[in-house]
């Protein structure tokens, strides 16, 4: 796994990747989901996008993934953007039924036109760090929901690419199994230094993993505060107990709601 | 406790425990049930087809009716194998026009999909046609097929297509556009071309709503066949079954009427289960339609 490892850098020292600028994104030409939407990710970073549902999490995600295209404003990648640069873990496991995990994870390279054996080491490699080595040849109807998740998480990281957008990846599924996946996409985070946005709506999610938290508030979406969590890496499950995770959470939560009252007010008047 | 020791869970280990005695107990039922459902799903269908015609056997016989109104099931297989010379080559034209005529839909029912899916305008344009074609009863136009077309064989071919094809043509239409729109947007994200998006997303996902169609289409296209031959009386190539069910209507030969009957309802028996083990030899693995659950 050596050969896919990046360093990463601190905080502050680490080469930008991409840039939003100032994006509108608006829906049927009234819908204003995102207004003046700002954000950098450097390499190596573990960026949350945390807010209220409808806040436009997954719209700021789709931007950025090419889905769609903002209505004002630009999308910069730094040394432009080509076909490798993305990798992304949906809410739903969102694997092929038919095709066997093996097959699943082989697919970015299939697009590519790479044969299964050129790459078969590195999909073992991948499917190794995911834990689902035994795995191979199952089907998706034989793993567990958890297992599914890895599965696409394995998918998004064979490609080693330069960013990788999570959707609320962990949350449909039960809180041990999500608190196991967050432990686990550390450990790769250290082995791969992969870059990743993970979009979701947990504080305490938000504060176990990253190490910057982009607070959004909702009706027009934009972010309203950056939270830096500066607690070094490795974290395991004694972080969570920790009085510093615990203030961290406070103040995340309190800018939060403070996010949410804002809104209402600004509705009322 | 006596249901847990009739050996049903012979691989557990014997346990004293009251609990789990009870836990075998229930899977014991369980079982027992699962076992009584497999023969019954054999065994049902036998017992009363078995009935049906052991009460048509005594209807003819008590109630004396002659043979020129109804034969009794036992004449009828007689002459069967008496005929057998004069119905199976029959039947083999009837076969030979029913499998072409699929495969013609099958292959013009999916190339008109994926068509039609790759472009709007395809759609647009021809889709009414199709529609058209399925709503026209055949009976109404199978004459002018017969004017128009002077080959008896490419004519019944013609029209036992026409009534096979739409259901290809719109279940894979219908498949080939629910392709999950996460996989799609990650076919986007990796910048997959037409004819991948197509090979590796498309084609798989419209293949359960294809075979559905197929299970349609093959019963249709025997359908159409008969009721073809029917309006061509003696005119086309005349020699499938349909047409010696008619010949032997004139004649007042009801047993080879029953005969010739009876050959066409197993053809349409066996193309059911044929494109039934298709569908489930091709889904078994993956599809929820062709999972076993436990
Ligand atoms: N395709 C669309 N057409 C019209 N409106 C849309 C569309 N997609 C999103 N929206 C609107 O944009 C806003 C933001 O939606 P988005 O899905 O980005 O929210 P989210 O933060 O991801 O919410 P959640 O946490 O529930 O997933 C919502 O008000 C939604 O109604
Ligand atoms: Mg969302």
Known sequence: MTDIHRDIKPLGERPRILQMQEVDKTFNGNVAALRRMSLTVNEGDLISLLGPSGCGKSTALRLIAGLMRPTRGRIVWDGGQSADDLGVVFQEPTLMPWATVIQNVYLPFRLRGQSLASVRDRIGEVLHLVGLDKFVESYPRELSGGMKMRVSIARALVTNPRLILMDEPFAALDEITRQKLNNDLLSLKAATGCTVIFVTHSVFESVFLSDRILVMAPRPGRVISEITVDQPYPRDSAFRTSPEYAAIARRTSDTLMAAMGNTEMEAET | ?294
């Open chain 2, 1 to 294: 406790m006596s249901i847990a020791e009739d050996g049903t869970s012979g691989l557990k280990p014997a346990v004293n425990e009251p609990e789990s005695a009870l836990y075998d107990a229930e899977e014991a039922r369980y079982a027992r049930a699962r076992r009584i459902e497999a023969v019954a799903k054999w065994a049902l269908p036998i017992i009363v087809m078995t009935l049906a015609i052991w009460g048509w056997d005594r209807l003819v016989v008590i109630n004396n009716i002659p043979k020129y109104i109804l034969p009794s099931p036992g004449l009828v297989v007689e002459t069967l194998i008496k005929d057998w010379g004069i119905l199976y080559p029959s039947m083999l034209v009837t076969l030979k026009i029913t499998l072409t005529a699929l495969a013609v839909a099958v292959v013009g029912g999916v190339l008109l999909a994926v068509l039609f899916t790759q472009s709007k305008f395809a759609e647009m344009s021809f889709f009414p046609f199709a529609v058209i074609m399925q709503v026209t009863p055949i009976v109404s136009v199978a004459p002018l097929i017969f004017i128009y077309v002077t080959n008896g064989f490419v004519a019944l071919i013609l029209c036992a297509w026409i009534v096979a094809f739409f259901p290809i043509l719109a279940n894979t239409t219908l498949g080939l556009k629910s392709a999950d729109h996460n996989l799609r947007d990650l076919m986007t994200i990796y910048r997959a071309n037409r004819w991948q998006r197509l090979r590796y997303l498309q084609l798989p996902s419209a293949l359960p709503y294809f075979l559905g169609g197929l299970r349609i289409a093959g019963g249709l296209s025997l359908i159409g066949a008969i009721v073809a031959e029917y309006v061509a009386g003696s005119t086309a190539a005349g020699s499938g079954l349909a047409f010696r069910i008619l010949e032997a209507s004139y004649r007042l030969n009801i047993p080879r009427m029953y005969a010739g009957l009876l050959l066409i309802a197993l053809m349409g028996v066996a193309i059911f289960m044929i494109t039934a083990g298709l569908n489930h030899f091709l889904l078994r693995k993956w599809h929820e339609s062709a999972l076993k659950r436990d």
